[in-house]
């Protein structure tokens, strides 16, 4: 089991940063591949960045050179700097986690692949 909890969503004007970050904790370490989804009302849940236990990292074409997705092994900690937000990056922003292929990440930024999210944080940008 692994329990997923983000922070650092908030509001920001057009062309400003924010940086998320979800803390993961679980009974035993496991490699994960880990990744940040979001959601706007209306709209499906999207795969925003993924990154596996190697350093590994694939972005949606919509936010490449504007987000980093980064990982601490030892705070077991995922980060998601956003630059140069834009209004439509506003969303709910999820953190998620896959523990089933020993560290590595599927192809493709796909929901289904993840078996633990966290509760979500608001990311909200103003033009």
């Known amino acids: 089991q692994v329990q997923l909890v983000e922070s650092g969503g908030g509001s920001v004007q057009a062309g400003g940063s924010l940086r998320l970050s979800c803390a993961a904790s679980?009974?035993?370490?496991?490699?994960?591949?880990m990744g940040w989804f979001r959601q706007a009302p209306g709209k499906e849940r999207e795969g925003v960045a993924i990154?596996?236990?190697?350093?590994?990292?694939r972005y949606v074409d919509s936010v490449k050179g504007r987000f980093t997705v980064s990982s601490h092994s030892v705070k077991n900690t995922l980060y998601l700097q956003m630059d140069s937000l834009k209004p439509e990056d506003a969303a709910v922003y999820y953190c998620?986690?896959?523990?089933?292929?020993?560290?590595?990440?599927?192809?493709?930024?796909?929901?289904?692949?993840?078996?633990?999210w966290g509760q979500g944080t608001q990311v909200t940008v103003s033009s």
């Open positions: 679980e009974d035993t370490y496991s490699r994960k591949c």
């Open positions: 990154i596996d236990y190697y350093g590994i990292t």
């Open positions: 998620a986690a896959d523990t089933t292929r020993r560290g590595y990440c599927n192809d493709g930024l796909l929901r289904y692949d993840f078996g633990y």
